[in-house]
């Protein structure tokens, strides 16, 4: 089994004239699932506002954060910023904006984490800890397989429980409608734990994970108050029936 290094994984996109490689390293993976198969993107890590290769003043002001998704043939630019206006996304096809776009990802390889106790240990024995999580529809088909990298993890070891909260991650709405599929992509965290409801009793015996759900907080537009102005704030929370598993590269 493999698992995706993130740490040695990137995406590259070159600018016009070949002016920029910028490469920026992978936050997550989304693999959407449909009749034709699978079309993978990957959300690259975030970076500020700056004018490259400037002699001074690098940073611009106001400044915004700047991050992307791409596929092989689609992107999607997400700039967050104070305020927000209509143009805070922009998508559309590599070929149209960019001279080339490499995506390089390292495969590691990994186990499966097979119970809850296992999960504890390799947390505590500081071993990278890659999140799959596959998103269903209400026929229990996968519908889009999610891979991050675990950058939080809370562990119990006296009653062998833990819970995840990592992100960012891209997260797609099947409802939206769209010209691109990248444009249905959204940028989210994730939690989601070994336990809900399982009586306190049971714990140490069970190796019972709760994993039937997982609950995203999704990037919206957020209106300041007394304020015509947006910000981009995470505050809607979503709850999917999913398998999750975490996964401990070796």
């Not at 995506?103 to 390889?109: G, R």
Request: glycine share 4%; proline share 4%.
């Amino acid at each position: 089994m493999t698992a995706c290094d993130f740490g040695r994984s990137f995406a590259t996109f070159v600018t016009e004239a070949r002016g920029n490689n910028a490469r920026i390293q992978v936050e997550a993976i989304c693999d959407l699932v449909g009749p034709e198969g699978e079309t993978r993107y990957v959300l690259v890590a975030s970076c500020k506002a700056e004018d490259t290769y400037a002699a001074d003043d690098l940073f611009r002001l106001p400044n915004y954060d700047f991050c992307a998704l791409f596929s092989q043939t689609e992107y999607c630019i997400i700039r967050a910023g104070l305020p927000l206006t209509a143009a805070w996304r922009d998508s559309g096809l590599n070929a149209d904006r960019f001279e080339e776009v490499r995506i390089d990802l390292v495969e590691a390889p990994a186990r499966a984490c097979a119970d809850a106790r296992g999960v504890v240990e390799a947390t505590l024995r500081n071993e990278p800890l890659v999140g799959v999580t596959e998103l269903l529809g209400d026929g229990g088909e996968v519908r889009a397989r999610l891979h991050y990298p675990i950058k939080t993890m809370n562990v119990n070891d006296l009653e062998w429980i833990y819970q995840i909260d990592t992100g960012p991650l891209a997260l797609p709405d099947f409802d939206r409608q769209v010209e691109l599929e990248v444009e249905r992509l959204d940028m989210a965290f994730i939690a989601w734990s070994s336990l809900r409801e399982l009586p306190r009793e049971a714990r140490r015996a069970s190796a019972w994970n709760a994993a039937d759900v997982a609950e995203f907080i999704i990037q919206r537009p957020t209106q300041i108050a007394h304020s015509d102005s947006c910000v981009a704030h995470y505050r809607e929370v979503r709850k999917v029936a999913a398998r999750n598993e975490v996964l401990a590269l070796t």
